[in-house]
């Protein structure tokens, strides 16, 4: 079994510690509110003061946190960061959604410091997590992803090496682009379907029934029915996603179905969605 240090204990992150615990490895946490941390020591976690004594000792180092800024601030930090306590030989992983030029620069400090990094984010929400049922999208060293693998592997189903660095977030842009546009696609016909006076759910259902429907849209369409569901992944976090999206494409006039999409969940934010799932939009489509 390994040591693993997993830095960010937010909805995804705690999950994760949790799968790598009952699979027995040794862990560490760090959270920047310790207290989230509480349930993880009582399955026997250790529980670090900074990002830098979480990695120090550990075989691997996992990050999992919002953005951009929080996974430079874990890593890099010239007093806390993870990178300046990590062991030689020892691989960092960040399993967090970022942009594409973020991780790439985050690659190129970690080789300068002599540490190997792959970007691991994952497809999957709070039930795969919770069932070690996440697919990893890896970026980096194929051999450095064969040694994570197992470990990889005690929170998901599937690893899946796309490239190089950049090529993870990449993946995980489109995969989350395409999950934004299906649901305010989605969200949009309910609202013609409902201003017409025809029955949403009773045509939704036929439509279910042809080539174009998807397996997402299977599961999500009770909750753009009802505009009710739990917080799976915030309407805020897929607002964020599709900027990166944009960055990646090099402007919204290359992609301008994205862009399109992402002034919907926009809209949400403006309208007070923003913690809310991301099925939420469909409120800004009333009959």
């Given at each position: 079994?390994?040591?693993?240090a997993?830095?960010?204990?937010?909805?995804?992150?705690?999950?994760?510690?949790?799968?790598?615990?009952?699979?027995?490895?040794?862990?560490?946490?760090w959270?920047?509110?310790?207290?989230?941390?509480?349930?993880?020591l009582?399955?026997?976690?250790?529980?670090?003061?900074t990002?830098?004594?979480?990695?120090?000792?550990?075989?691997?180092?996992?990050?999992?946190?919002?953005?951009?800024?929080?996974?430079?601030?874990?890593?890099?930090?010239?007093?806390?960061?993870?990178?300046?306590?990590?062991?030689?030989?020892?691989?960092?992983?960040?399993s967090?959604?970022?942009?594409?030029?973020?991780?790439?620069?985050?690659?190129?400090?970690?080789?300068?410091?002599?540490?190997?990094?792959?970007?691991?984010?994952?497809?999957?929400?709070?039930?795969?997590?919770?069932?070690?049922?996440?697919i990893?999208?890896?970026?980096?060293?194929?051999?450095?992803?064969?040694?994570?693998e197992?470990?990889?592997?005690?929170?998901?189903?599937?690893?899946?090496?796309?490239?190089?660095?950049?090529?993870?977030?990449?993946?995980?842009?489109?995969?989350?682009?395409?999950?934004?546009?299906?649901?305010?696609?989605?969200?949009?016909?309910?609202?013609?379907?409902?201003?017409?006076?025809?029955?949403?759910?009773?045509?939704?259902?036929?439509?279910?029934?042809?080539?174009?429907?998807?397996?997402?849209?299977?599961?999500?369409?009770?909750?753009?029915?009802?505009g009710?569901?739990?917080?799976?992944?915030?309407?805020?976090?897929?607002?964020?996603?599709?900027?990166?999206?944009?960055?990646?494409?090099?402007?919204?006039?290359?992609?301008?179905?994205?862009?399109?999409?992402?002034?919907?969940?926009?809209?949400?934010?403006?309208?007070?969605?923003?913690?809310?799932?991301?099925?939420?939009?469909?409120?800004?489509?009333?009959?």
């Amino acid at each position: 079994m390994s040591h693993i240090a997993v830095l960010g204990l937010g909805a995804m992150g705690r999950r994760m510690a949790a799968n790598l615990l009952k699979a027995g490895h040794q862990v560490t946490v760090w959270n920047r509110t310790a207290r989230a941390a509480e349930p993880l020591l009582a399955l026997g976690a250790t529980q670090a003061a900074t990002p830098k004594q979480a990695a120090a000792g550990a075989d691997f180092v996992l990050a999992m946190v919002r953005d951009d800024a929080a996974s430079a601030t874990v890593w890099l930090d010239a007093e806390t960061g993870a990178f300046a306590g990590m062991r030689p030989g020892a691989i960092a992983m960040d399993s967090s959604t970022l942009s594409v030029d973020w991780i790439k620069k985050l690659g190129a400090e970690a080789a300068n410091r002599g540490v190997t990094l792959l970007e691991t984010p994952v497809s999957g929400s709070l039930p795969q997590a919770d069932a070690a049922q996440l697919i990893f999208l890896v970026g980096g060293s194929a051999d450095a992803c064969r040694q994570a693998e197992p470990v990889l592997l005690a929170m998901g189903s599937a690893v899946n090496h796309t490239g190089d660095i950049g090529a993870g977030a990449l993946t995980k842009l489109a995969t989350n682009a395409l999950l934004g546009v299906q649901v305010t696609a989605i969200a949009e016909l309910i609202g013609m379907l409902r201003r017409n006076g025809a029955d949403a759910q009773k045509i939704m259902g036929i439509i279910a029934g042809t080539a174009v429907w998807s397996p997402y849209a299977q599961r999500a369409i009770g909750a753009l029915l009802s505009g009710e569901a739990p917080v799976m992944f915030p309407v805020e976090l897929v607002e964020k996603d599709f900027g990166y999206a944009l960055e990646a494409a090099g402007s919204p006039d290359a992609a301008p179905t994205i862009a399109a999409a992402r002034s919907v969940f926009r809209r949400g934010m403006d309208k007070g969605l923003g913690d809310a799932n991301l099925t939420s939009v469909v409120k800004l489509f009333p009959a």
